[in-house]
């Protein structure tokens, strides 16, 4: 698998196709500002791509991605007047603009003669008569799906100004079987739910799963001998190792920003504590010394402050200090219980899960507690994730009366809820970085 990705990222080749393929900020091109709150989703027309089923495969992902994301409303190819034959001719714009397509996505697919897949595209706006973007990449048949995510994420950072979030994987926590008897084992997908595969097979329990910034490994706690631990696992090789050999329960892991150290709880005496581990080093720093239970941390993205949840007040409270300890404040002061929290990639925003009125909600706030606001609403919402632009946020959802957990997503304007497909119960999701 590791060879295969260095051979991915040594045939992708992004290259402009032509001159004045990227307009100039000056030109008025079609552009979505994601700022504004509710935004209209972009009417968007992409073609079946050229030659094969193969290629239109990877139109219908990238369709798929950008209507997903809530800021692009692809239209029925069956209004479609042109039909498209040579991608490289100017389109007839009459003919999209009149069926309101403000934005056209056009490409083809051709294998070379070495077996790879050569995929090129070209974004147009309609009305302006221009084109936008225009790029070709090359890469084997098997990684096709991610040469439309790729795809998708340069028309979603072209068009909005922001990085995209599709060319992503999540780990998440697969259940299956019976409740009484449900095992729980990791698994990884693309952020779509596709090619999911199975990270552990024992009937240990498994929980928080989270990754670190190279996109390499990931640590998470298991229960394996009836010994709560916290793990980390090399994804390519499958290599594992305990982080740390502590006399008491450890959980909550996540990884510094630099991924040079891991954070975590420690239960001993009946509190939990937040420590660090330097995994050079092994060497540990104990930050917080309270009679309460200190756990979740989470760093903001320059590592220099840590976001985490604490009873110290009688319950569950969201607190920031610094990266040694340092200034602990608490930062939630509304009605219920706060817990999970997340700091943003973006460092803007921290995500939590609110309980309050016997319902579980996913919520964000700034960093000093201000601007509160509440997403999504239900019986049991849990475990928030940001994608890496800071946009879009996935957590896991147990309705009443139903068998398992399922995950979801939504962006911060709240509206744009998604049923994230598995191929069973889900939950506990991790967002990766961006792959590269």
Known sequence: MEMLRRNFFRLLMVLVAGCGLIASPANALVEININKGNVEPLPIAITDFLQGELAQKISGVIAADLKRSGLFAPID???????????DATPRFEDWKVINAQALVIGRVTQEGDGRLKAEFRLWDTFAGQQMLGQQFYTQPENWRRVA?????????????????????????????????????????????????????????????????????ITYMSFENQQPRVYLLQLETGQREVVGNFP????APRFSPDGQRVIMSLQQEGNANIYTMDLRSRTTTR?????????????????????????????????VMGADGSGQTRISFGD??????????????????????????????KPDGSGERILTTGF????????????????????????????????????????????GFASDPAWSPLME
């Open 77 to 87: 190819k069956g209004a479609f007047i042109e039909k498209i034959s040579n991608p």
């Open 149 to 217: 995510h790729i795809i998708a994420d340069a028309i979603y950072e072209r068009i909005t100004g922001e990085k995209g979030y599709f060319d992503t994987r999540i780990v998440y926590v697969a259940e299956s079987g019976p409740k009484n008897a449900r095992k729980r084992q990791l698994a990884i997908m693309d952020q779509d739910g596709a090619n999911s595969r199975a990270l552990t097979n024992s009937n240990d329990i498994v929980l928080t799963p989270r990754f670190s910034p190279n996109r390499q490994e």
């Open 248 to 251: 008491g329960m450890t959980f």
């Open 287 to 319: 930050l917080t010394n309270t009679a309460a239970i200190d756990t979740s941390p989470s760093y903001s993205p320059d590592g220099s402050r840590i976001v985490f949840e604490s009873d110290r007040g009688g319950k569950q409270q969201l607190y």
């Open 336 to 365: 219920g219980s706060y817990s999970t929290p997340v700091w943003s990639p973006r460092g803007d925003l921290i995500a939590f899960t609110k309980q309050s009125g016997g319902k579980f909600s996913i919520g964000v706030m």
């Open 380 to 423: 049991h919402n849990e475990g928030p994730t940001w994608a890496p632009n800071g946009r879009v946020l996935m957590f896991f959802r147990q309705n009443a009366g139903a068998g398992g957990p399922q995950l979801y997503s939504i962006d911060l304007t709240g509206y744009n809820e998604q049923l994230v497909q598995t191929q």
